[in-house]
């Protein structure tokens, strides 16, 4: 079974979401979803300033085998991307839950985060 | 879900098993990267005996395949080859796609999968006419060791001449037939034997340099090599002209009547879509079904990937007539450019 970190919540569709201390959200994909996808070689990140709504599509992901869309777990305004994807989208084979990161929100309710699984729920949608 | 011979080899070797047209299946042993690149530069083997094998037996099987393949198999009857080419229907649209060996008078048809039941349905129903056995094969499989040290793998496993053999040639070897075939663009073989010597192959093979590769990376490296795949590139509503197929319908012999032949001379080649290879320029991953224009028409991707070896989004697609080198593709809300080229992407065969 794929690792899970205690302080991140998730998406039944496989996003992480981890607040930070700073009250912003980082945003990723989890370790069952990069395995899932295989060999990840493209990334389309939203744009630093776009309003996103929860579960709604955020970025792309594509594996040699797939394209998927990556939703993000909150609403609220994307203050950052992880840049680094765009020349290096295998990084979130490798490390899904640090290196990895797909962009930060700065979320417009930080209470949207009790709506999201937590790593036992999520576990159990990944097993089924 | 149906399991080859060797599904326990698989697993010991970490595979992540999928469903493929009923079989279950190597997809991966890992990355599929990793193992695109081992097949370009070293050497690979794979597990293909999902892949259909018949049997044609009697004194007309040589008349018979004259009559139900696009290619001429009299070009290897009195030879230990192997021909690749087309089953036509009435209409010269593509039944499926394969390779007939023939090898000490015995002739196999290799074909794929998903078209098993088909297939055969199609053979049967010829073979009548014709005083012919057609068996399918369910004892035997089949391994492609592919790649530039498949010889040095080939060489360690079999004795005699099997690792000297010229492409598309092939050897029976104590009950094992080795052909020097493929679906990577690379010098490779296939061995096609019953299955009781499979695991003494496979681990050969395996204790020589090869390692295991999967599904994900046979497709990458036969895009690359601009091979088609049935159902994605060629199905029965095109001609062979429109996948670039033409040359497997061969028309040598004017006497030779063979299924789709008229229908096939009555097509002007001109007035058909024909297939390309396309290059993405810009960053993005090519998709079956993306629309593709160009100034004097429009097009579909048949096929695409990522290709491991130009690093790029590579595909094969269908569009109108043209001189164009270029034209546009559209993925989701965006139209990027793309270049037309020869489908192959690798000129290394």
């Known amino acids: 079974m794929s690792e899970i970190p ?17 009250g912003t959200v980082t ?15 493209f990334i389309e990140l939203p744009e630093v300033g776009k309003e996103v709504e929860a579960e709604g599509d955020a970025a792309i992901v594509e594996s040699v085998k797939a394209a998927s ?12 991307v992880n840049s680094a994807l765009e020349e290096q989208p295998e ?36 097993e089924d | 879900m149906k399991k080859t011979f060797l599904y326990e080899d698989h697993l010991s070797h970490d595979a992540k098993m999928v469903d493929f047209s009923g079989w279950s299946m190597p997809i991966n042993y890992g990355s599929q990267i990793d193992e695109h690149h081992q097949v370009r530069n070293d050497v690979g083997i794979f597990d293909v005996s999902h892949m259909s094998i018949f049997k044609i037996s009697g004194q007309n099987a040589e008349s018979y395949l004259r009559y139900i393949f696009s290619n001429d198999v009299k070009k290897i009857s009195d030879k230990n080859k192997a021909l690749y080419g087309l089953l036509l229907n009435e209409n010269g649209g593509i039944i499926d796609d394969l390779i007939v060996y023939h090898s000490e008078g015995d002739f196999l048809i290799v074909s794929n999968c998903a078209t098993k039941e088909k297939n055969e349905a199609w053979y049967q129903v010829h073979a009548s006419k014709f005083d012919v056995s057609v068996e399918y094969i369910d004892n035997h499989g089949i391994l492609a060791v592919q790649g530039p040290n498949s010889i040095k793998v080939i060489e360690k496993i079999f004795r005699g001449d099997a690792s000297s053999l010229n492409t598309n040639e092939c050897v029976k070897t104590d ?40 599904l994900a990376a046979r497709d990458t490296l036969r895009l690359e090599a601009g091979f088609c795949l049935y159902g994605s590139d060629m199905d029965e509503s095109v001609n062979p002209h429109v996948c670039g197929l033409s040359w497997t319908v061969d028309l040598n012999d004017e006497d030779r009547e063979f299924i789709g032949k008229q229908a096939f001379l009555n097509i002007n080649e001109k007035d058909e879509q024909k297939m390309i290879g396309i290059l993405l320029k810009d960053k993005g991953i090519l998709r079956p079904g993306y629309e593709i224009t160009h100034i004097e028409g429009k097009g579909i991707v048949l096929s695409g990937t990522f290709s491991p070896t130009l690093k790029k989004s590579i595909g094969l697609a269908r569009i109108d007539q043209t001189n164009e080198q270029s034209g546009k593709v559209k ?19």
């Open chain 1, 91 to 126: 990084t979130v084979n490798g490390s899904p839950y640090d290196d990895g990161w797909f962009f930060k929100v700065k979320p417009i309710n930080v209470d949207e985060m009790s709506n999201l699984l937590s790593p036992e729920e999520y576990s159990e949608v990944c």
């Open chain 1, 69 to 80: 869309d990556v939703y993000t777990p909150i609403s609220g305004e994307i203050i950052e």
């Open chain 2, 175 to 214: 009950g094992v037939m080795v052909a020097k075939t493929g679906y990577t663009g690379e010098e490779g073989f296939e061995v096609i034997c019953e299955n009781k010597y499979l695991r003494k192959i496979w681990n050969s093979a395996i204790e020589s340099g090869a390692k295991p590769i999967g």
């Open chain 2, 331 to 349: 993925i989701r809300d965006k139209e990027l450019e793309i270049e037309f080229v020869s489908p192959r992407f690798l000129k290394k065969i």
């Open chain 1, 6 to 22: 205690g302080d991140l919540k998730f998406l039944s569709s496989h996003e992480w979401a981890r607040l930070e201390d700073d």
């Open chain 1, 27 to 41: 945003v990723g994909i989890s370790d069952h979803a990069q395995d899932l996808l295989g060999d990840i070689v």
